[in-house]
């Protein structure tokens, strides 16, 4: 079923040299019979999943973690906001002061390269071996893991960030079909006007910075294509080129559907908002899927899908995985966790609760939610593109530069000219 994906990504970059997993077998513990890795350790784990349906994600993979390793103790390392908004540069400061937690979130694709060629996370192949993961994960995927032949860290999940989810009492009211798809953002805009004028609430919601990038990165694949998305990261698309102005028009108009209060909030408040019927879009990444099931609601009774209008048949990807920094103080520990996070088990329950499809092949698709469903199908036979917000198209220096352009435009601190000027710079200073 999915032997049909493509990714487009950039190739991985420098060699880096790796030092030896050998720390993991010097750890206190030895493996048991559950699995596990003997008695007195701990493992602190660092991510950014601290609360809302994220954290019940976090719990569920905690829950197969203590069930296969009773005498390891799990340390809650996670740093709230969204998307590691907070966590990351804490996370960089803790590893360059050589105090790293045992294990932590990277995303596959460019951000964990850089962690990579930092010489701050451990190869983790040994562990593939060990593990039985060679063949869980998807080549492609693994691909994105690696680094001159070494693995560095163990995929838990895929996400899809270019997805719209909509309130549908909010669409009805407002004269729409809340069955129909929009083919292009014009007739988005269309609906979003609607929603404006017949119910006055807002037609889209958007929240803080990092989510208004996530929704900037899928209005430039809408309207760039799949192939000039990527070429954006690769150099073969010119972020001059009048086809990027039209995106950015585009986004500019976007932003004018959306709250004022946005960037005083995070993505769980602007999907909230969809969830009461206060807006009727929201663009996010399928964790949003999650919060929606917390709250109680089904669909297509109370909230509906698709991908944002002029993405379809494209899954802008990302997923999390998990690492062994450099000196990490537990390894036995870290060895542990990373062992639940190749597990069908602990892959079944985490991603059953976060909303994203498990990394590995073998799960069940019947085991999960409609949503979830039709995410794997997609996964299986759509062109795969990278997502920018979520570090998996380009190294954290190129995506900060851009989101920060973002905010000044998005906050009033220039027009469009100045906005894609920024961009063309952010490009020239970091463009590999
Ligand atoms: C992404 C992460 C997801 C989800 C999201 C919102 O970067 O990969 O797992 O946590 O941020 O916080």
Not at 198 to 225: C, H, M, Y
Not at 363 to 369: G, I, N, R, V, Y
Request: aromatic share 10%; hydrophobic share 40%.
């Amino acid at each position: 079923m999915r032997t049909a994906r493509k990714f487009t990504a950039m190739a991985a970059g420098l060699a880096v040299a790796s030092l030896a997993l050998a720390a993991c077998s010097t750890g206190s513990g030895s493996d048991d019979e559950t699995g596990g890795t003997g008695s007195g350790d701990e493992v602190e784990v660092f991510t950014w999943w601290a609360s809302g349906s994220e954290k019940l994600g976090l719990d569920a993979l905690v829950g197969v973690f203590e069930t296969q390793n009773p005498d390891v103790a799990f340390v809650n390392g996670a740093v709230a906001g969204g998307a590691g908004s907070a966590a990351k540069d804490l996370l960089q400061s803790r590893l360059q002061a050589n105090d790293p937690p045992d294990t932590f979130q990277a995303h596959a694709g460019a951000e964990l390269t850089d962690y990579i060629n930092a010489g701050q996370v451990e190869d983790v192949s040994a562990l593939y071996d060990e593990f039985g993961l060679r063949d869980a994960f998807p080549a492609d995927l693994v691909e994105r893991l690696t680094v001159d032949g070494k693995i560095y860290s163990i995929p838990s999940n895929i996400h899809r960030a270019n997805v719209v989810w909509a309130n549908t009492q909010l669409l009805t009211d407002s004269g729409l079909d809340p069955a129909a798809t929009y083919a292009t953002l014009d007739d988005w805009f269309v609906a979003l006007d609607a929603v404006k004028e017949k119910t006055g609430r807002t037609p889209l919601s958007v929240a803080t910075t990092w989510t208004q990038v996530n929704l900037f990165e899928t209005i430039l694949l809408s309207d760039l294509g799949a192939d000039g998305y990527n070429g954006l990261w690769d150099g073969s698309t010119d972020w001059a080129s009048p086809e990027v102005t039209d995106a950015l028009a585009d986004f500019e108009k976007l932003m004018s559907y959306t709250n004022e209060d946005r960037d005083g909030l995070d993505w769980p408040d602007a999907t909230q908002q969809v969830i009461d019927g206060n807006a009727a879009f929201n663009v996010m990444g399928d964790w949003a899927v999650a919060a929606f099931e917390e709250a109680g609601k089904k669909a297509p009774a109370d909230y509906v899908y698709m991908p944002v209008p002029g993405t379809d048949g494209v899954f802008d990807f990302l997923a999390d995985s998990f690492t062994l920094p450099v000196g990490a103080p537990h390894p036995a520990g870290a060895k542990a966790w990373l062992k639940t996070i190749g597990s069908l088990d602990g892959q079944v329950a985490f991603n059953k609760a976060k909303g994203s499809i498990p990394a590995r092949n073998d799960a069940k698709p019947e085991d999960f939610s409609e949503y979830q469903q039709s995410a794997m199908t997609s996964f299986g036979q759509d062109t795969i593109v990278s997502s920018l917000a979520h570090g998996a198209a380009a190294p954290a220096a190129w995506a900060n530069a851009i989101s920060d352009a973002t905010s000044k435009f998005t906050t009033g601190g220039g027009d469009l000219a100045g906005f894609q000027a920024d961009l063309v710079a952010a490009a020239e200073a970091n463009a590999g």
